[in-house]
């Protein structure tokens, strides 16, 4: 199927229920989809947007196209939580149903204000001659789940082009404040944009904010900012950064510094670190995180990258979200770990301090691995017998070096590289938190010190072998599914 501009904006009521009941049965049987992940119930998934904490619950909503694996008209789809790892449904929650958000729901964040969560996101516009216009809209959603009251916050400012959106909502002392992505019209340089409002219905710009001395690209896509152990941890997707600046693989980077703090009102961060790679794997992209009620910083990510195909786009369904992950600060690095609940879908745990060779039928498993001093080899994951697939982890404890490849588990943005390194103390053990499900994996290394996430086709191949006598410790579960 060709898929045309018309046919990508088609509105949603024009397409027939049976199309997507047979779109929702080819995502829910393949043997690629996640079990243990948020996943598309059909079509395409891209950024986690409105990940907060309301009524008593966690929620989180994803960018939706539910007809196919392209970027099509956007929809944001509801999920909730009491414990950031079982996920309730709500289905379609922002629809692109008005003039405003009328080529896509694109996306925004959420934020508890009164007995209501207050949604915040870009209104993706296109007029006749097809100019895009991004309105930037407030929405309430009740405790049942219902969306009312769209409308305008603001419009984009001369000095921005039509690539302005993405708005994080916060409030400090009775403001509220929101940082948007941007490029000026200027120079068409990537931006953060500050803006604040008293009363949430006057808007007025701050500033770019100032966290580098650096050119940002062309374009810096979904901001966020977090209290993290007391600083400030801003978080977001530069498009086109010069690799002087911060070395990265793939096509586009998922960024993050840290500051001491940052003073909204002068749009400034104080004394911010260099930028770094929040995750050192293939696919992880429009990271969004947030402050919980008792103050802890939680991310989830998109697992996927815009401008890039997967394999699965044959079988009309692309990507998913990340697990959540806790953010704190240890000796001034960032720590990503997975959320203590996760553990509620372990079972059947086994021992593996002999050599490890197994199967895991259902590929959705936990692997726990402490690789001690001294070792170099590979660990196979997803392999056949003879070894023509698999997802390849190479270690080295002795210089201190653990390499993902995956030239052996598909094709997927081949052009980017097939494997990602990442640098370790030479000399020390290592411990791996490794979860597979199905066809992700995300590697938590030495409690979180390094993610390591990406997507992999292998087959169904579920074969776990070192290739050699290596000293470890290790541990294994099956994990639940949980939709
Ligand atoms: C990032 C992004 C956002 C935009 C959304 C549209 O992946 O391009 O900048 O709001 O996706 O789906």
Not at 322 to 341: C, F, T
Not at 468 to 475: A, E, F, L, T
Request: hydrophobic share 35%; aromatic share 12%; proline share 3%.
């Amino acid at each position: 199927m060709e898929w045309t501009t018309e046919k990508r904006y088609l509105p949603y009521s024009k397409w027939g229920a049976d199309t997507l009941l047979h779109l929702q049965a080819q995502a829910a049987t393949s043997t690629y989809q996640m079990r243990y992940h948020l996943r598309p119930i059909s079509g395409l998934v891209n950024d986690p947007n409105g990940f907060s904490y309301f009524n008593g619950e966690y929620h989180v909503f994803y960018q939706s196209y539910p007809f196919g694996a392209v970027h099509g008209l956007k929809s944001w789809v509801h999920f909730k939580s009491k414990d950031l790892v079982h996920w309730v449904n709500l289905g379609l929650a922002v629809e692109p149903d008005c003039k405003l958000d009328s080529h896509g729901a694109y996306s925004g964040s959420a934020k508890q204000i009164g007995d209501k969560l207050f949604l915040m996101y870009t209104g993706n516009h296109r007029d006749e001659s097809w100019t895009r216009h991004p309105y930037q809209i407030g929405a309430w959603m009740d405790k049942h789940g219902t969306v009312s009251d769209k409308h305008l916050l603001f419009k984009k400012p001369n000095n921005v082009t039509e690539h302005f959106r993405d708005p994080q909502i916060m409030e400090e002392n009775g403001t509220y404040y929101a940082i948007l992505g941007a490029q000026d019209a200027a120079q068409k340089h990537g931006h953060i944009d500050v803006w604040k409002s008293s009363d949430l219905k006057n808007w007025e710009e701050i500033d770019f904010l100032n966290f580098t001395n650096h050119e940002m690209g062309y374009m810096i896509e979904c901001p966020n900012l977090v209290k993290v152990d007391g600083k400030s941890v801003l978080i977001f997707c530069p498009q086109g950064l010069d690799k002087s600046v911060a070395n990265y693989q793939n096509i586009y980077p998922n960024m993050y510094v840290i500051g001491d703090s940052v003073d909204l009102d002068k749009a400034q961060m104080t004394n911010p670190s260099n930028l770094k790679n929040l995750d050192e794997g293939f696919d992880i992209y429009a990271t969004q995180a947030f402050n919980a009620p008792d103050g802890t910083a939680y991310a989830i990510s998109w697992v996927g990258l815009p401008d890039i195909s997967y394999p699965t786009d044959n079988e009309n369904w692309a990507n998913c979200l990340s697990h959540v992950k806790k953010l704190s600060i240890k000796d001034g690095k960032l720590i990503q770990q997975p959320v203590e609940s996760i553990k509620t879908l372990r079972h059947n745990e086994e021992d593996l301090n002999s050599q490890l060779i197994k199967n895991s039928t259902s590929g959705q498993y936990e692997l726990e691995l402490t690789i001690k001093e001294n070792q170099t080899g590979n660990l196979y994951l997803a392999a056949n017998d003879d070894l023509s697939e698999n997802l390849r982890l190479e270690f080295d404890t002795k210089n201190g070096k653990l390499i993902l490849d995956r030239s052996k588990a598909g094709d997927v943005a081949v052009k980017y590289g097939q494997t990602r390194s990442v640098e370790l103390d030479a000399n020390k053990e290592v411990k791996l938190d490794i979860f597979v499900d199905r066809s992700l994996i995300e590697i938590f290394v030495n409690d979180g010190e390094h993610v390591v996430s990406g997507r992999f086709f292998a087959n169904a191949n579920n074969a776990i072998k070192f290739d050699q006598k290596i000293n470890y410790d290790g541990k294994f579960w099956n994990m639940e599914s949980i939709m």
